[in-house]
């Protein structure tokens, strides 16, 4: 859509039938230049090469190109550049209004993904490379909340590994991590990428030991080292039971330990999640109910036609 008012749509046309399993959805999160997209196109690959063909879903409205087989696109039904010019707003707006046009028809992607879901184990979501555009959102929040009221939907966080070897670094992405779970309450996977350059072996003995950790930062000088010594304890709840898989885009390595984390993080969100899920979803309902009664009322009561006695 040049604004808001193109159908969603996908590249099959063929129409399946219902699945007995629904498809396990995966948003694909991390910060700028962490490779969400890399890893997209690798998984993609790595699973039709595993005849598991996902279903590929790019929110990415700004990108240029996707090197991978791609289902569903954003910029099929959302010109970017054409948003930026009719609401005159910079690169990070036009991409946040973007994704809002593409939030208002996201109900045609569920139905779309609900046709297919017998010939896709897996949903992936490729989101933009600023992660606050997604994550701190109304579109973003509509998105997840939708999915995760349907469908079994973990966050797969994508980590830096290289960059990650600087403890300050490394904290930022668990701080963020831990703010992105604790604001969906979903199964959250950590991807330790680039590990072809860098082995992730010391994030998990962080993680494991915190005094490691700790002998890391106190090597920094900065004013940053105080804030990540006051936060290492605050974190270590978050590291307990977090699945965390070192991976490499470039390579493949690690894939098949993420799609068994993939499985895992599925099972703990029917287990987990799901019924809580389903609770929210319920009293929104409610909330809607009471809503539209009061909006019934207060309409006759402003009704000349209706007195009160």
Request: aromatic share 10%; glycine share 4%; charged share 25%.
């Amino acid at each position: 859509m040049e604004s808001s008012s193109s159908e969603v749509t996908d590249s099959e046309s063929k129409n399946d039938s219902q699945s007995k399993q629904d498809p396990i959805c995966v948003i694909i999160l991390g910060m700028a230049g962490s490779g969400k997209s890399s890893v997209c196109s690798k998984m993609v690959e790595y699973l039709f090469g595993k005849n598991i063909p996902p279903y590929v879903v790019n929110c990415d409205p700004a990108c240029l190109s996707v090197d991978y087989f791609c289902n569903v696109d954003i910029r099929d039904s959302v010109n970017y550049k054409n948003v930026m010019e009719k609401y005159q707003l910079g690169p990070n707006g036009s991409i946040i209004t973007s994704i809002n046009l593409f939030a208002t028809r996201f109900d045609q992607v569920l139905q779309l993904i609900d046709k297919r879901k017998e010939s896709h184990q897996i949903v992936l979501f490729d989101t933009p490379g600023q992660v606050e555009v997604f994550t701190w959102s109304a579109s973003g929040s509509i998105i997840t909340e939708s999915l995760s009221s349907k469908y079994p939907t973990i966050i797969l966080f994508i980590i830096d590994t290289i960059r990650s070897t600087n403890p300050t670094t490394f904290m930022s992405n668990m701080l963020y991590a831990c703010s992105i779970f604790y604001k969906y309450k979903l199964p959250i996977v950590i991807a330790m990428n680039k590990i072809d350059v860098c082995d992730h072996k010391f994030a998990l003995e962080w993680m494991q030991n915190s005094e490691t950790l700790e002998a890391a930062i106190d090597k920094d000088q900065s004013y940053m080292a105080c804030l990540n010594q006051s936060l290492v304890g605050a974190l270590d709840i978050f590291y307990q039971d977090l699945p965390v898989v070192g991976i490499s885009a470039k390579t493949g390595a690690g894939l098949d330990d993420l799609l068994e984390a993939f499985k895992r993080a599925a099972k703990d969100y029917y287990e987990n999640y799901r019924k809580e899920y389903e609770q929210n979803v319920l009293e929104s309902r409610m909330r809607s109910m009471e809503l539209k009664k009061d909006e019934i009322i207060s309409e006759d009561l402003d009704d000349p036609l209706i007195s009160l006695k």
